[in-house]
């Protein structure tokens, strides 16, 4: 009988936040998958947990994948956690989950606390709708691609950055997307959590010189919707007129204009006549 990968979400600072399930199915489990075993050593020891784990990660994941699945067909369970928080989300373990969808090995979660979703929560910003962005790339082709297509996003949007390339990164979304509302939220669930609310301007000026620690989170404010300039009757007609004169039925300029300012079509074109 075929065993079952269990993703396994561990704390992102309070060792606190590991759930009885999580604590559980690592117990249970015949073996772990970790990004770096050493890490996932202090947790296991910390709770009094002694199990066999494989090295999982972005380098050998292709291989150790195929392996991984091989046990799991024979029966064995695996646990697949990351350094710290959800796995698989913007993570290589996302591959492994893949794999297994395509071998029917059945996958099953014991969420944990997940930064990004927790970070969204402690701006305070618009959190109706947002997306999640990861890392920027260092590739300078990619990251330009990447700041790019997001320069009209009207959702939140939220970046992972480490502490030594902060300055370069709110500078080059500051450059792409202009000032907006920013929260840089740093040390989630530790000691020296904080939430920083502050404008990519302003955090530019501030932190130019990567002067913060710990572990971040930004998140960045969607552009707003461009408002309309106001305009009066008298001008949308004015330039109902233009298009006439250009050649345009007086019903069809009506029609462009009024699809363009506040004003119905029938008031326009009956200035026009």
Known sequence: MSGKLFIVGT?????GDLSPRAVEALENADFIAAEDTRVTMKLLNHF???????????????????IICSRIIQGENCVIVTDAGMPCISDPGEDLVKLCHEMGIKVESVPGPT??????????????????EGFLSVNKKSRREH???????????????A??????TLTDLY?????????????????????????????CELYGENKLKGEIVLVVEGKKPE???EITLEQAVEKAKELVDK??????????IAAQTPFKKGDIYKQLI
């Open 163 to 168: 502490p030594h390339k902060l300055s370069n």
């Open 11 to 15: 704390p992102i600072g309070n060792l």
């Open 115 to 132: 930064a990004f979703a927790t970070a969204m929560a402690l701006s305070g910003m618009n959190s109706g709708r947002f997306t999640f």
């Open 147 to 161: 700041l790019d297509e997001i320069k009209d996003e009207k959702r939140t949007m939220i970046f992972y950055e």
């Open 48 to 66: 009094g947990i002694k199990k066999e784990m494989v090295s999982y990660f972005e380098h050998n994941k292709r291989e150790r994948g195929e």
């Open 227 to 229: 408002t309309q300039a």
């Open 247 to 256: 050649g345009m039925s007086v019903n069809n300029a009506a029609k462009e």
């Open 175 to 203: 450059n792409a997307l202009g000032d907006r509302e920013l929260a840089i939220v740093r040390e989630i669930t530790k000691i020296h959590e904080e939430v920083i609310k502050t404008s990519l301007k302003a955090a």
